[in-house]
């Protein structure tokens, strides 16, 4: 079946349906061209599950304590091979995130490197609900700051999508967000779409995921098919699949070498998917009236044993993250100039390599803010530095920077949140936490 | 208030089993709660069927594997591709039967209940060895408890290499332990690195027993690993030679050589007992705390109910569990005869997995092709024995009903739809013996309006009573 989108019949049905969302990307057509700059500016906010080890994404080969606790799994001096890819004297990024080092040398990407939630319980699940919903205690909210940041900004005025086949807490919600995941809808010709928005009318749950399902469908079609590659059509593609960490048995004795390499190639495949990815996501992004705001979910972190450090099991899914980014800066284009992304993680990982080449959940980890619309600057918050006494409970990198007050700033410069807002419904509680300045240009 | 027996039968089959199978409503019509009662059974959840392997086995096949491959580089086969058929031919049919037995099974309401404990204690496929080991893991740790004492189920778990590959458990070494401190081996030379690895003991409190929020501390995770240190899979490498254990290979041990010496404080109370019985210890007393009790009736009462349970029902539940010693079968009878878990209202989103195996059912019909039903369910986002994190599977609607997730339902839909329309009955008898009284009026009237079979029974399964239970 080949024959076009028939959007006009189909974007009827759901306005008949009533399903509590008009059409948006195809139908909608006054409301973001009339806000002016607002419309133009676009946010990716990447989760990184499973506490991302901001030790090794932004080494600090310059911290005198660096090397001696990581031991190892330390990532190399700027001057060795496959060492840290250099920022200032202290920090550099993992060998890795090519990408992101060559946009940090641009004034394009900066790190924070000693960023964390409010929850010090060291629980994933906990952490990554304060990440997602911006409370400042656990089970504080169940709705998304994302959401509620689109909810602040007016009624429809935005629109979201998230990436994956499960919705992501962040983007959770009154606002109704898209959802896609490779692999599309295919029988163009069924009634049964139809027929179920009619049956859905007055459900709140179906009723409106059906309705915005299916036009990320009708948008997919024009997005990958702008691609011209079918790569982003493969199931592997997505990120919520973890076969790549299936495929690589734990090292043992003799064969390290081997599972290193087999991990290598595992990795190069991964990325090729990921760089997919972001490209098909930029193209629903460029699409007139598309999504402005997009959450992407990378889960894989927990790295409690064989951690790696230029290459293993952390190095792929950095390689990973880093070609999402790549996918998205070159997708975007031009775009690009009006885009800021932001990799947060729910918290970092023990100072301390542990007992099994490891690390263990510990404290404060690094974010990645990248961007055609950042403003060119140094480390966001301070270091704390890796000396004994600085440690937080002696065994983590000690927070200095409050996650809300980073994501503050980020609204507030990138798409023009107020205040108010930002400390009372996006961010309940947070009058205290000043929002980070100078990150857009 | 009393409910109509049809609506009775239909919420016993639904919301308490795995969908209506034909003839199944009318079998349970008469007492559905004594339907359900009777699949409570001492002998625990039935099993997959088929020439399944022991964990044991699956535990020694991959070692022997690992050893050939050295052999296999030098032929020039690729590791990789090696690996994954040897996953391909082991978990695959494992899981096809796990499915199968949930399609055809005449009791449930005994499968949803065992699933959910699969699902608490989670286990998943993040690696070659913890992919061949979820199904036995399941089979062997999991089944045969759940209707006894948790405290079993607890152990159980926790003794299966199974959870100890998956949590890190068999790497975790004692630093002051004899092995640790011998020369040429831990810190003491050699090269290899050896200490506490803190996963499985962090995950048994936060996820499994007391749940986050109760008021453990660092401090008690990190002396819990410390007493659970030496727990470990027979035929690990650190139980060579001078450190060698008792057991089969690919079956628990305790490796004393691994073991950290001295007493544990964990929760203000001193554990000074020796060897295995130390952590055996903690997990008893924290099998047997309110908090735990809090924990679990919590989940039961969103699993079976609604994600935002009835406290009355919680508290019922958790008293139960309290009053019986943890006895899964007693807090199983609970949750049957409390009016909360009858109220017509549909409030759970099925899952995937829920979803297909209604689907099944509904035609009582079993998948016998794991590389047709296999990804389907990672295109829905729960792609087979390997959920994303140790907490599972996510129990709540907004998680699974996502736009891409209810238009990708769609597809599979009319995909099983077609290719059933062989030997599909009426649609409409379909739609009575899957759903009885749930079925509303306007999906009777979209189902009898359809212009084919096949978008008919399309219909009824993306019906808005057919995606829940």
């Known amino acids: 079946m080949t024959r076009p989108l028939d959007l006009t019949r189909r974007s009827a049905l759901l306005a008949a349906a009533g399903a509590g969302v008009s059409i948006s990307f195809l139908g909608r057509s ?202 982003a059509m493969n199931p592997a593609a997505t990120p919520a699949a973890t076969s790549m960490s299936m495929a690589s048995p734990a090292p043992s004795g003799d064969y390290a070498q081997q599972v290193r390499q087999a991990q290598a190639q595992v990795g190069r495949q991964g990325a090729v998917a990921a760089r997919a990815l972001g490209t098909t996501l930029a193209h629903f992004m460029t699409e007139p009236n598309g999504p402005q705001i997009a959450a992407i979910s990378i889960d894989g972190f927990d790295t409690h044993a064989n951690q790696g450090a230029a290459e293993g099991q952390l190095a792929n899914r950095l390689a990973y993250l880093d070609a999402v980014i790549d996918g998205l800066q070159s997708g975007l284009g031009p775009e690009w100039s009006n885009t800021v992304v932001v990799a947060a993680t729910e918290f970092g990982r023990t100072a301390h390599v542990n007992g099994t080449r490891g690390t263990d959940h510990g404290t404060a980890s690094t974010a990645l803010i990248a961007g055609g619309a950042l403003k060119p600057g140094g480390i966001v918050g301070d270091w704390p530095t890796l000396a004994q006494g600085r440690l937080f409970e002696a065994r983590d990198t000690a927070p200095t920077l409050d996650m809300r007050g980073l994501f503050k700033g980020v609204l507030a410069e990138q798409l023009g949140v107020d205040r108010r807002a930002l400390d009372t419904v996006v961010f309940p509680d947070s009058a205290g936490v000043a929002p980070v300045a100078g990150i857009v240009a | 208030m009393s409910i109509d027996p049809d609506m009775k039968a239909s919420i016993a089959l639904t919301r308490f089993g795995l969908g209506a199978k034909p003839g199944e409503l009318a079998a349970a019509r008469a007492d559905p709660t004594g339907y359900l009662k009777a699949q409570i059974r001492p002998a625990g959840a039935d099993q997959p069927q088929g020439d399944l392997k022991s964990g044991a086995a699956h535990f020694n096949e991959v070692r022997d594997y690992q050893l050939m491959r050295r052999q296999d580089k030098a032929d020039g086969l690729d590791p990789v591709k090696h690996a994954q058929k040897t996953i391909r031919e082991s978990a695959q049919p494992e899981f096809l039967s796990r499915a199968q037995l949930a399609c055809q099974t005449d009791a449930g309401f005994r499968e949803r209940w065992t699933l959910f404990w699969c699902n608490h204690f989670t286990v998943a496929a993040k690696n070659l060895p913890t992919a061949v080991e979820v199904g036995p893991f399941e089979r062997e740790a999991i089944r045969p408890h759940v209707f006894g004492r948790f405290e079993d189920l607890l152990a159980a778990s926790t003794m299966h290499p199974g959870m100890l590959l998956y949590l890190d458990q068999v790497q975790s070494v004692g630093p002051h332990s004899l092995f640790a401190t011998t020369r040429g081996f831990g810190y003491g030379g050699g090269g290899k690195l050896s200490g506490l690895n803190e996963n499985l003991a962090r995950e048994i409190l936060e996820l499994h ?77 924290v099998a047997g705390s309110p908090a735990t009790a809090q924990h679990l009736a919590t989940k039961i009462a969103r699993h079976f109910v609604a994600d935002d349970p009835p406290p009355a029902l919680v508290a019922r539940l958790k008293s139960t569990y309290l009053d019986t010693d943890g006895r899964l079968d007693r807090v199983a009878e609970t949750l049957i005869d409390s009016p909360e878990a009858w109220a017509p209202e549909q409030r759970k989103f099925k899952t995937p997995y829920e979803f297909l195996v209604s689907s099944y059912r509904a035609l009582n019909l079993a998948p016998d092709d794991f590389t047709r039903f296999g990804p389907v369910l990672t295109s829905l986002g729960q792609q087979p024995f390997n959920a994303p994190s140790p907490k599972g599977w996510a129990e709540d609607a907004q998680a699974w009903a996502a736009p891409d997730a209810i238009v990708k339902r769609m597809g599979w839909s009319e995909a099983y739809a077609a290719a059933t329309a062989p030997v599909m009955s009426e649609p409409m008898q379909i739609a009575q013996n899957a759903l009885g009284a749930q079925l509303t009026p306007p999906v009777s009237l979209a189902v009898s309006r359809a212009e084919s079979r096949p978008e008919a029974l399309a219909i009824l399964l993306m019906s808005p009573e057919f995606q829940r239970r």
């Open chain 1, 30 to 231: 006054a409301y973001a061209a009339a806000e002016g700059d607002l419309a133009r500016r676009k946010l990716v906010v990447i989760i990184c599950r499973g506490a991302m080890d901001g030790l090794s994404v932004s080494p600090p080969v310059g911290d005198p304590n660096y090397k001696p606790l990581r031991g190892e799994i330390a990532i190399g001096g700027f001057d060795q091979a496959d060492g840290a890819l250099k920022l200032d004297d202290t920090f550099g990024l993992h060998p890795k995130l090519t990408t992101i080092h060559a946009l940090a040398l641009k004034g394009q990407a900066r790190i924070a490197p000693a960023v964390a939630t409010p929850d010090r319980a060291r629980s994933h699940f906990e952490a990554q609900d304060l990440l997602e919903n911006g409370s400042p205690v656990v089970y504080g909210a169940s709705s998304g700051w994302l959401n509620r940041a689109m909810e602040a900004l007016g009624p429809r005025k935005i629109e979201a999508i998230s990436v994956g086949a499960q919705a992501p807490l962040i983007l959770r919600g009154k606002i109704q967000a898209a959802s896609w995941s490779p692999g599309g809808y295919k029988d163009r010709d069924s009634r049964l779409p139809g027929i179920l928005a009619d049956l859905y009318a007055h459900d709140p749950l179906l009723g409106p995921a059906l309705a915005s399902g299916l036009e990320t469908e009708a948008m997919a079609k024009v997005a990958t098919s702008a691609m011209g590659s079918e790569s």
């Open chain 2, 209 to 285: 027993t007391l749940g986050v929020g109760s008021g453990y501390t660092q401090a008690d995770v990190t002396e819990f690993a410390r007493a659970l240190t030496g727990w470990s899979v027979q035929g690990e490498n650190r139980g060579a030679g001078r450190f060698a254990s008792a057991g089969e290979p690919g079956e628990f041990t305790f490796r004393e050589a691994l073991h950290e010496p001295g007493a544990r404080h964990i929760f203000g109370k001193t554990y000074d007992e020796d060897g295995v019985a130390q952590a055996g210890a903690v997990l008893h007393d």
